[in-house]
């Protein structure tokens, strides 16, 4: 199960990427050329929060099953960086982007003007996209 739910996180990790990106990208265009708030971008914006919730959804059931998640968590672990991000800062981290991607996407319902409801999103959601990039394992992935 462990191994299952290791390869599902890792691939979906990419597409919650590339979705996240391409709704921040798109959140600040509409926000610079002041383009009206479109079902075009509500279905963006919407992608990139279905995204990443259920890239969430993914790691917190890896964080039970795996051997570097809850069952890991001692004082020995939080001497060690590598092992320490596996099971506090990532999980930490990605907790605090979902979070802002969640009131990002909220508030930016409940703006009225349309050019404020682009600034909310590429705000909320760039700021996520910039803390998911500093807490992924990248010795996991690009090795």
């Known amino acids: 199960m462990y191994t ?3 390869t599902v996180h890792s691939i979906a990790a990419y597409f919650t990427l ?22 075009r971008s509500k279905i963006i914006f919407i992608i990139g929060l279905i995204a990443t919730h259920l890239q969430f959804i993914f790691g917190i059931v890896l964080y039970f099953v795996s051997p570097l998640g809850i069952s890991n968590v001692s004082g020995t672990m939080m001497k060690s960086a590598s092992l320490r991000l596996y099971a506090l800062e990532h999980p930490f981290m ?18 009225v003007d349309e050019n404020s409801k682009h600034k909310t999103v590429a705000l909320f959601y ?4 910039i803390l998911i990039l500093t807490r992924l394992p990248w010795n996991s992935w690009l090795s």
Request: aromatic share 24%; hydrophobic share 55%; no cysteine.
């Open 4 to 6: 299952i739910f290791k």
């Open 18 to 39: 590339f979705f996240l990106l391409a709704a921040v990208i798109y959140a600040f265009y509409g926000w610079i050329t002041k383009k009206p708030f479109s079902k």
């Open 94 to 111: 990605m907790l605090i982007s979902i979070f802002l991607i969640t009131i990002g996407y909220a508030k930016s319902k409940r703006a």
């Open 126 to 129: 760039g700021i996520s996209f």
